[in-house]
């Protein structure tokens, strides 16, 4: 089992930048995914990258660009760099991993459900 834990959300003005951090527990599996997703209200929670544990990233298409997905094994923590934010990516932001997982980091992008351990989130909000 994994414990996850968001931090570095806040408000910041439209073209600012963010950096998310994920701590997550210690574990002893050597294949898994961690991810970045996020839900504004009234949306679908949507995939923005996923990191491998060899630390390939794979990243939904919208997402490219602006968005930067990082591990720190030693640390065992996650970050997401946000550049030129924009109102449209206010949103509670989401970490999440999968353990063995048996499908592409792709699928799990689309199907954020499918991860098996999630954080609480941190709020993201943007002032225009």
């Known amino acids: 089992q994994v414990q996850l834990a968001e931090s570095g959300g806040g408000s910041v003005q439209a073209g600012g930048s963010l950096r998310l951090s994920c701590a997550a527990s210690?574990?002893?599996?050597?294949?898994?995914?961690m991810g970045w997703f996020r839900q504004a209200p009234g949306k679908e929670r949507e995939g923005i990258a996923i990191i491998y544990h060899d630390g390939k990233s794979t990243y939904t298409d919208s997402m490219t660009g602006r968005f930067t997905n990082s591990l720190d094994n030693a640390k065992n923590t996650l970050y997401l760099e946000m550049n030129s934010l924009k109102p449209e990516d206010a949103a509670m932001y989401y970490c999440a991993a999968e353990l063995n997982p048996p499908y592409d980091s792709t699928w799990y992008l689309s199907h954020p459900v499918a991860m098996d351990y999630w954080g609480k989130g941190t709020l993201v909000t943007i002032s225009s």
């Open positions: 210690k574990h002893t599996y050597s294949t898994y995914y």
